[in-house]
C-alpha cells in the first residue's frame, strides 16, 4: 500500500520561506511523476510542481516560477518542495501526489494515483 507523508507546513510571513517534504513507503522510482498541488480555502486544488522520475526534468506553474524548487530523492523515497518569497495568497493545504503514467504539462490531478492527507502552509504576518 502506498502512503505518502507531507511534512513541513506551517506559519511563515510573507517574504519567508518554508521547505515542505513527502516520505512514500515504497520505492517511488517507478512514479513516472511526483508532484505538489494546493488548495486554499474556499478554491479547487491547483498544481504546484511536478518532478519526472530521474529528477531532471521539472514543472512548475506560471505562479510560482523562479520561487519554488521541487527535487526528489529516489534512494531515499523522498520528494520536497523549497519555498521561497511566500505570499499571503498561498496560504493552503499542500498535498504530495504520485503518478504511474502521467504525461505532458503533468500537471492534471485526474493523473496522479496517490495522494498525502497534506501539510497546512499558513502565510500570515
Known amino acids: 500500500q502506498v502512503q505518502l507523508v507531507e511534512s513541513g507546513g506551517g506559519l511563515v510571513q510573507p517574504g519567508g520561506s518554508l521547505r515542505l517534504s513527502c516520505a512514500a513507503s515504497v520505492n517511488i522510482y517507478p512514479f513516472n511523476a511526483m508532484a ?9 486544488r491547483e498544481f504546484v510542481a ?38 499571503s495568497e498561498e496560504t493552503a493545504i499542500y498535498y504530495c501526489a504520485a503518478a504511474n503514467g502521467a504525461i505532458w504539462p503533468y500537471s492534471s490531478e485526474y493523473e496522479y494515483n496517490y495522494w498525502g492527507q497534506g501539510t497546512q502552509v499558513t502565510v500570515s504576518s
Open 36 to 44: 505538489w498541488f494546493r488548495q486554499a480555502p474556499g478554491k479547487e
Open 50 to 87: 511536478t518532478v519526472l522520475r530521474t529528477g531532471s526534468s521539472t514543472y512548475y506553474a506560471d505562479s510560482v516560477k523562479g520561487r519554488f524548487t521541487i527535487s526528489r530523492d529516489n534512494a531515499k523515497n523522498m520528494v520536497y518542495l523549497q519555498m521561497n518569497n511566500l505570499k
